[in-house]
């Protein structure tokens, strides 16, 4: 691993600036907390851990652990416990609260007998029913095996009522915060004389023998996947794509899930009947195919559509022309990234330059994402686009690029695959690789050797 040296950063940062790095989860925020405290920004960290900052929680996992990091053992810790708890109390059964049970379970865990009660009020509180047991898993990281058997309990007797009904399986109560085996042979002994526990391992029982049925299945992944593309075209042929797209409510999947199968034959037809389409609606239904396509050429119609009034008909059409490697496409690209009027609204407009790049145009790419005054999704779907090309390209030169999606995007995912291309190309400068061993992302710090 080869991390370029650069001038030594300060670890002190603004309040705006740690705003943003607080946000995005960079790892910043802790060299700063831990250099300097928390004087001007106490405010921040603790609205960070009311409401979770993540953005996207189901993707990049939970932030909870770092942000308790930030005040576990400090002076702060007694100011932090009363709003998170209370925040805890008042939230709304969703998962938008998560990041509170797994604060409260971390504190019970350590000691803090107020914030255990708390976690144990809120999930026992629950109606159990087929709806999933919100802060299961936090309290099961808390309490151990016994939790687990009590929710085993209460959801049986939701089977016996609805043997029909869904109910959340062991993996998802516990989420890897107990050994599964241990925790299965507890509740078939426990069920040997609880109807209602028996009734949840039954159940349990009855998908792990589904699951390892599948898993035996002798058919390799490659042909499973070739199974499903036949079976997904033998149902989808091309004039039901073209009903389905002339249909208000039909959405996405169904023609990027064509674009993926359909051979070049389909794919013609589907250009020939875009060149006659009037209706800009079934224009850009038919254009996402070839978000997971190639064009069969580069068709003039296509070319007028990179031009639409219409928005979203406009990005359809240049997404279908990135594919494409050709001299035009990477001259539109130059036009529109280099025209003043270009936004985080034309995002896949850098994506002119996945299969068309050619040196130099790194600069322009860089320029016109530098002019964007962007945060959260704006910063991310430039940031989205921009690693495509990085990754399509796969060139150094684009390393200026890389780091300002790092710099820039919201998304830990994305900063990831940031770091990753930078450490590639032998150019990631020391100060990144610094920040990225404290990072939020757990994928983040495995990159530099850290481990939870």
Not at 442 to 448: G, I, K, N, V, Y
Request: glycine share 6%; with cysteine.
């Amino acid at each position: 691993m080869i991390i370029l040296e650069s001038p030594i950063q300060p670890t002190k940062l603004s309040r705006e600036a740690f705003a943003a790095a607080l946000k995005h989860g960079r790892g910043a925020v802790v060299m700063h907390v831990r250099e300097h405290g928390m004087d001007d920004v106490e405010d921040l960290v603790l609205a960070a851990c009311i409401e979770d900052r993540c953005f996207d929680r189901q993707c990049e996992g939970s932030r909870a652990g770092w942000m308790y990091s930030l005040f576990k053992g400090t002076p702060a810790y007694h100011r932090f416990v009363g709003p998170i708890l209370a925040a805890l109390a008042n939230s709304t059964d969703d998962r938008d609260a998560d990041q509170l049970r797994e604060l409260a379970s971390l504190m019970g865990r350590d000691g803090d007998l107020e914030a255990a009660s708390a976690l144990r009020s809120f999930v026992w509180a629950q109606t159990f029913s087929a709806d999933s047991v919100l802060g299961a898993a936090a309290l099961c990281a808390l309490d151990g095996i016994p939790a687990v058997v009590e929710m085993a309990r209460r959801l049986g007797k939701v089977v016996q009522q609805d043997p029909d009904a869904w109910v959340d399986t062991v993996d998802r109560l516990t989420d890897d915060a107990l050994p599964f085996d241990d925790v299965f042979a507890e509740l078939k002994r426990v069920a040997a004389g609880d109807e209602a526990v028996a009734a949840y391992v039954a159940r349990e029982e009855a998908r792990i023998a589904r699951d390892a049925a599948h898993d035996r299945s002798p058919e390799s992944e490659a042909a499973r996947t070739k199974r499903r593309g036949e079976e997904f075209m033998s149902q989808n042929l091309c004039d039901t794509i073209l009903a389905a797209a002339a249909r208000k409510s039909t959405g996405r999947g169904l023609f990027l899930q064509f674009g993926r199968w359909a051979g070049e034959e389909d794919l013609t037809r589907i250009l020939d009947h875009l060149r006659v389409e009037p209706d800009p609606k079934v224009a850009e239904k038919l254009l996402w195919i070839f978000r997971r396509a190639t064009l069969p050429y580069l068709d003039e119609h296509v070319w007028e559509l990179a031009s639409h009034s219409a928005i979203d008909v406009r990005n359809a059409a240049v997404r279908a022309l990135s594919n494409l490697s050709d001299a035009r496409v990477r001259e539109l690209g130059r036009a529109r990234l280099g025209d003043p009027g270009f936004s985080s609204e034309f995002s896949e407009e850098i994506e002119l330059f996945k299969n068309s790049f050619q040196p130099g145009d790194e600069t322009l790419i860089l320029a016109a994402l530098e002019r964007q005054p962007v945060d959260g999704d704006d910063a991310h779907a430039l940031a989205s686009s921009a690693i495509d090309v990085c990754t399509s390209v796969r060139s150094p030169a684009l390393a200026g690029v890389a780091q300002w999606v790092y710099r820039t995007n919201p998304c830990s995912i994305c900063r990831r695959q940031a770091v990753e291309l930078l450490l590639e190309w032998d150019c990631l400068p020391a100060h990144i690789a610094a920040e990225c061993r404290h990072d939020a992302s757990e994928d983040l710090r495995a990159l530099f050797g850290v481990t939870p």
